[in-house]
């Protein structure tokens, strides 16, 4: 069987699906694999580190895309525009694993689908614990609290730490994280060892121990947060009123920090508004927020993809933050991707065993129609015939 990594195309986008020391492992068992020219450069792996494991590196992106499996980290649906350009090039029976939003953006599954490929969906990888290697969302949201922690760094007019000199002392800047899930546990962890003082809240107070546990005050809010966590442990939406108390009572807290780091989402929906233009006015002159805008972000004033300046509060709103550490992003990604292709790879092939849950949660379209219940419900289809 071929496997093949193709370049990538979405705007900014410098991760590789797969990196050369994981090659070795493919080759062994059984697999060629082929690389298009140049895939992996803009992350720091270059072909002939490729070749030099075992891979074919080929010069033609027509060549790679007629293997038998193709490994992308965006397929379309996370590349909706440039991606659609492959969609001519692939074939019935053919595998596309990569990450694809077949919940976000249903319709671009349809595509695949139409095509007659085998599409498996890194975004729906369960969260149980023989597919935790396989975990591209927890793998790419800890890469993105680090990232959002030096941004806001970066552009703050303090320091993080507190310093006592000559000149005086300097007192420690204040880092208010929402949302305590890998993201934000990483940009807790992370604040604390550049030597902020931290606080987090979190709709989940089962997170609370964790966030103690890195050093950081959790927020307490008097709100009913039973059922604010949904399956796999991620955040569940809520309603409007939900969220208008909760705004209340944050208000206050954004004031007495100097940055704010958002990572709160609901997988597959927009993310909802937590930080007001009301609470950016009142925070101090020359304030930070980072907004991880992948849905939209949870900052009123955010506009993803851009910084805002709100008075003289400073808005970013980074919409890809792995790509940004592209190296060791890649080399993440490679160890999930690969994990769950040789759970998937029998003797060559792909059967499907629709009997395990990894299989069944990630597989998305086969036999050119959309397979997967959650995506099919978000299309406004039925339960899909012989699944």
Same mark, same amino acid.
């Given at each position: 069987? +071929?496997?093949?990594?193709?370049?990538?195309?979405?705007?900014?986008?410098?991760?590789?699906?797969?990196?050369?020391?994981?090659?070795?492992?493919?080759?062994?068992?059984?697999?060629?694999?082929?690389?298009?020219?140049?895939?992996?450069?803009?992350?720091?792996?270059?072909?002939?580190?490729?070749?030099?494991?075992?891979? +074919?590196?080929?010069?033609? !992106?027509?060549?790679?895309?007629?293997?038998?499996?193709?490994?992308?980290?965006?397929?379309?649906?996370?590349?909706?525009?440039?991606?659609?350009?492959?969609?001519?090039?692939?074939?019935?029976?053919?595998?596309?694993?990569?990450?694809?939003?077949?919940?976000?953006?249903?319709?671009?599954?349809?595509?695949?689908?139409?095509?007659?490929?085998?599409?498996?969906?890194?975004?729906?990888?369960?969260?149980?614990?023989?597919?935790?290697?396989?975990?591209?969302?927890?793998?790419?949201?800890?890469?993105?609290?680090?990232?959002? %922690?030096?941004?806001?760094?970066?552009?703050?007019?303090?320091?993080?730490?507190?310093?006592?000199?000559?000149?005086?002392?300097?007192?420690?800047?204040?880092?208010?994280?929402?949302?305590?899930?890998?993201?934000?546990?990483?940009?807790?962890?992370?604040?604390?060892?550049?030597?902020?003082? %931290?606080?987090?809240?979190?709709?989940?107070?089962?997170?609370?121990?964790?966030?103690?546990?890195?050093?950081?005050?959790?927020?307490?809010?008097?709100?009913?947060?039973?059922?604010?966590?949904? +399956?796999?442990?991620?955040?569940?939406?809520?309603?409007?009123?939900?969220?208008?108390?909760?705004?209340?009572?944050?208000?206050? %807290?954004?004031?007495?920090?100097? %940055?704010?780091?958002?990572?709160?989402?609901?997988?597959?929906? +927009?993310?909802?508004?937590?930080?007001?233009?009301?609470?950016?006015?009142?925070?101090?002159?020359?304030?930070?927020?980072?907004?991880?805008?992948?849905?939209?972000?949870?900052?009123?004033?955010?506009?993803?993809?851009?910084?805002?300046?709100?008075?003289?509060?400073?808005?970013?709103?980074?919409?890809?933050?792995?790509?940004?550490?592209?190296?060791?992003?890649?080399?993440?990604?490679?160890?999930?991707?690969?994990?769950?292709?040789?759970?998937?790879? !029998?003797?060559?092939?792909?059967?499907?065993?629709?009997?395990?849950?990894?299989?069944?949660?990630?597989?998305?379209?086969?036999?050119?129609?959309?397979?997967?219940? !959650?995506?099919?419900?978000?299309?406004?289809?039925?339960?899909?015939?012989?699944?």
């Amino acid at each position: 069987m +071929k496997v093949a990594v193709v370049r990538e195309t979405f705007p900014g986008e410098r991760r590789v699906a797969l990196v050369p020391t994981v090659v070795p492992a493919l080759v062994k068992a059984g697999l060629e694999v082929v690389v298009e020219t140049g895939a992996g450069v803009a992350a720091g792996f270059p072909d002939a580190l490729f070749s030099d494991r075992g891979a +074919k590196i080929v010069s033609s !992106r027509a060549e790679a895309l007629a293997a038998d499996a193709l490994l992308q980290v965006r397929s379309l649906g996370c590349n909706p525009e440039l991606g659609r350009a492959d969609l001519a090039a692939l074939r019935p029976g053919q595998v596309v694993i990569g990450m694809c939003e077949p919940i976000w953006n249903p319709q671009s599954a349809t595509e695949l689908a139409k095509t007659g490929v085998t599409l498996f969906a890194l975004e729906l990888i369960p969260r149980i614990t023989r597919a935790q290697s396989m975990d591209v969302l927890s793998s790419m949201a800890t890469l993105a609290g680090y990232r959002a %922690v030096l941004l806001a760094a970066t552009s703050l007019g303090k320091m993080f730490p507190m310093l006592t000199t000559a000149a005086g002392t300097v007192t420690p800047a204040k880092a208010f994280i929402v949302g305590a899930g890998v993201a934000g546990l990483q940009a807790i962890a992370t604040a604390r060892r550049l030597g902020a003082v %931290v606080s987090a809240y979190d709709v989940r107070p089962a997170v609370k121990e964790q966030v103690q546990s890195l050093g950081a005050k959790f927020v307490e809010m008097p709100l009913d947060t039973a059922a604010a966590e949904g +399956k796999g442990g991620y955040a569940q939406a809520m309603d409007e009123n939900f969220y208008r108390r909760q705004r209340e009572l944050m208000t206050r %807290v954004v004031a007495e920090h100097d %940055v704010v780091i958002t990572t709160a989402a609901i997988p597959g929906q +927009k993310a909802p508004v937590l930080i007001t233009r009301e609470m950016a006015d009142r925070m101090s002159p020359g304030s930070v927020i980072v907004d991880i805008a992948e849905r939209g972000g949870n900052c009123e004033l955010t506009r993803p993809g851009e910084t805002v300046q709100h008075g003289n509060v400073t808005i970013l709103g980074p919409t890809n933050l792995p790509a940004d550490v592209p190296f060791h992003a890649s080399q993440m990604f490679a160890k999930n991707i690969t994990t769950l292709l040789a759970h998937l790879v !029998r003797d060559g092939k792909f059967p499907l065993d629709m009997s395990d849950e990894i299989t069944r949660e990630t597989l998305v379209a086969r036999d050119g129609q959309v397979v997967h219940p !959650r995506v099919r419900a978000a299309l406004g289809l039925g339960d899909a015939a012989g699944k």
